[in-house]
């Protein structure tokens, strides 16, 4: 379900307006100032987004145009103004942003049905994914899946492909987040430039800002040559900062200064070197907390953040844990010659499995699989960290005997949100649940994983 964000501090105007929006088939995320507007935008962007240009004070209809209007973000989202006047410079500004629609109080809420039909028609004539002539229209690039999830991840590729935005991955260990970020990379206008990927956590504290931004000759202790650092190395191309919340603070101050200034200097040098270079940055943390215990500077996670893209962990791909298996299991037929199968009770464990170690783990359990299998790959072949028995199967979901009544209430949920795509009210219903219990559940959820 496509999400929508409508800003507005009219209480009636807000609730028309969400209505409108909920009737057509959006999720719905409500602002009635520009900050909260703005946090919203930083933890998931929405398809599309309707701004009351009269929000707030005097100085709203500024702050509007800055927050809408920075990097590419019209090229990204669908983005409709509201305004008590739609003269002519307003217009114009707008249109500078990149939104698509200007509409005068009261808004004309049949042209604004008109529009979202015609979005959401677009938004489903998506091209052939299995073509390869579509595969950059598609926003693959180097991802599968066929989820809910993974296709709102497309979406979001290939929207901010062709862009210069600066992109943060944000996603558990072994999700994907660097195939995302190699995606966006090889669909983007920079695919013939070099893509370049650098683990802040892997390199000592005394060594990042010399691998970063390069040293000159004798800059320090054994820096017999000239270096050259990992932006430079990524002209013309793309570069990765993953795990950016592991980045040392002083060394954020500097990262900062180079995305305004768009400019390096190497440890020891004395003169600024220009860059090209596309950014993208990723993190197994939530950013929110990491600026709350210090680790990450708020000021530059709002310069990664101008496109965060949340990846779905495995355990909320639903069928794609299958559908990755058999494509590893593939991978390790074409390598060896000899061929294996997985079978049906197999397939039901892997869709049972938390999956901790995301992607990354379940590929490994089908190597290990694959070695120790006669012809077919059955229960006994899988490593033991992999569930005994039951699975979500069909429309119907296998829990094994003695399982915590905790446990048992939390897979019937997600199961249950996972059948209606995520359609958090529909769900609800059939739970026989308010939707406030619903999210209750979802946010415990959550918090435990943080924990773990």
């Known amino acids: ?28 995320e409500t602002a009635s100032d520009l900050k909260t507007a703005r946090d919203r935008l930083l933890k998931q962007l929405p398809e599309i987004a309707i701004i009351n240009l009269q929000v707030g004070d005097d100085e709203s209809e500024e702050e509007a145009f800055r927050v809408f209007g920075r990097a590419d973000l019209g090229q990204v989202m669908e983005i409709y103004l509201v305004s008590d006047s739609t003269d002519h410079h307003r217009a114009a500004r707008g249109m500078q942003i990149g939104a698509s629609d200007f509409f005068e109080r009261p808004v004309d809420l049949e042209r604004l049905r008109a529009n979202l039909d015609r979005f959401l028609a677009e938004m489903e004539s998506d091209p052939d994914p299995d073509s390869d002539a579509n595969v950059h229209k598609s926003g693959r690039g180097l991802l599968k899946g066929e989820s809910p999830a993974m296709q709102r991840v497309y979406r979001l590729v290939r929207k901010v492909a062709p862009t210069e935005v600066t992109v943060l991955v944000v996603g558990e260990s072994g999700c994907g987040k660097e195939l995302i970020s190699r995606s966006i990379h090889e669909l983007s206008n920079r695919a013939d430039g070099p893509f370049v990927a650098m683990n802040c956590g892997a390199i000592s504290g005394e060594l990042i800002e010399s691998e970063l931004f390069g040293h000159t000759k004798g800059a320090f202790t054994g820096a017999h040559a000239a270096h050259t650092g990992f932006f430079e190395r990524a002209r013309g191309g793309t570069l990765l900062l993953d795990e950016i919340t592991e980045m040392d603070l002083e060394l954020q101050v500097k990262l900062l200064r180079v995305l305004e200034t768009r400019t390096i200097r190497r440890v020891g040098g004395e003169k600024d070197i220009e860059i090209d270079v596309r950014l993208i940055a990723a ?29 779905p962990p495995l355990r909320e791909r639903g069928d794609d844990i299958v559908l990755l298996a058999e494509f590893f299991l593939a991978e390790q037929v074409e390598r ?10 197999v397939k039901e464990l892997l869709r049972l499995h938390q999956w901790p170690g995301n992607v990354r783990e379940l590929k490994n359990a089908v190597a290990r699989a694959y070695i120790i299998a006669g012809p077919e790959i059955v229960a006994d072949d899988l490593p033991g960290s992999v569930p005994a028995g039951g699975a979500l199967s069909g429309d119907y979901v296998r829990i094994p005997v003695g399982s915590p009544l905790e446990v048992a209430e939390r897979r019937v949920i997600l199961a249950t949100l996972e059948h209606f795509e995520n359609d958090k009210p529909r769900a609800a219903d059939a739970l026989g649940i308010s939707l406030k219990t619903l999210y209750n559940r979802l946010k415990k959820y959550q918090r435990r994983e943080s924990a773990d």
């Not at 209480?11 to 999720?27: I, K, P, Y």
């Not at 993190?283 to 990450?296: C, F, K, Q, S, V």
């Not at 060896?336 to 009770?345: F, Q, T, V």
């Open 1 to 28: 379900m496509p999400n929508a964000l409508v800003i507005d501090d009219q209480t009636e105007s807000l609730l028309q307006l969400s209505e409108v929006f909920s009737d057509a088939g959006f999720h719905v």
């Open 336 to 345: 060896n010659g000899i061929d294996k199968a997985l079978s049906d009770e």
């Open 283 to 311: 993190t197994n943390r939530d950013p929110e907390e990491a600026i709350a215990e210090g680790a990450l500077r708020e000021d530059l996670y709002y310069r990664l953040a101008e496109f965060p893209m949340r990846v």
